[in-house]
T-cell receptor
């Protein structure tokens, strides 16, 4: 069965600092992996997705994520945080050859300090 | 601007009321979804439609009744709700539904529902 674990319900960084949001997944078959962002009072917006073409995936707003099969991880990073990055981030997994269901993690709220 | 529009943005209803949530997608997608987002819980998939056919009813109480009259519109009819049903209800669409699809979901901004 698929599952997603996001370590840390809240992450706080200073403006200009590295952002690292952790995501580990469990899947019996190769997965598709996604990161979504949710700003206050809005729906979820796709940041990036892994579809097996490349292990390092670049997304919007300067974010990127690296797929590491040996660690079953898909951590999200950004070299330098901006105040506008403050939001909630969700990791999600879907099995490649079977289910259409997208399983979401519990989310990590990113706080950016001035 | 999102390609998925949800109305109303906010809804307050009593437990005996009947109301409906509306979702419209302008993306030409074939699949539509209802998700429930509650505080401190992962998003819960409620219903899935593909080409207007329901393909998922994820053990949702019968007080929630979906309707998909065409591939662009999705409704969630509500009646005799409970206070614990208060949540953000998100509609989403994707190009394809088939197994193994890498089609991402496109979300609306949600309806914030409060049941009093």
């Amino acid at each position: 069965a698929q599952s997603v674990t996001q370590l840390g319900s809240h992450v706080s960084v200073s403006e200009g600092a590295l952002v690292l949001l952790r995501c580990n997944y469990s899947s019996s078959v190769p997965p598709y992996l996604f990161w979504y962002v949710q700003y206050p009072n809005q729906g979820l917006q796709l940041l990036l997705k892994y579809t097996s073409a490349a292990t390092l995936v670049k997304g919007i707003n300067g974010f990127e994520a690296e797929f590491k099969k040996s660690e079953t991880s898909f951590h999200l990073t950004k070299p330098s945080a901006h105040m506008s990055d403050a939001a909630e981030y969700f990791c999600a997994v879907r099995e490649m050859d079977s289910s259409y269901k997208l399983i979401f993690g519990s989310g990590t709220r990113l706080l950016v300090r001035p | 601007e999102t390609g998925v529009t949800q109305t109303p943005r906010h809804l307050v209803m009593g437990m005996t009321n009947k109301k409906s949530l509306k979702c419209e997608q302008h993306l030409g997608h074939n699949a539509m979804y209802w998700y429930k987002q509650s505080a401190k819980k992962p998003l819960e998939l409620m219903f899935v439609y593909s080409l207007e056919e329901r393909v998922e009813n994820n053990s949702v109480p019968s007080r929630f009744s979906p309707e998909c009259p065409n591939s662009s519109h999705l409704f969630l009819h509500l009646h005799t709700l409970q206070p614990e049903d208060s949540a953000l209800y998100l509609c989403a669409s994707s190009q394809d539904l088939g197994g193994g699809s890498n089609s991402p979901l496109h979300f609306g901004n949600g309806t914030r529902l409060t049941v009093t």
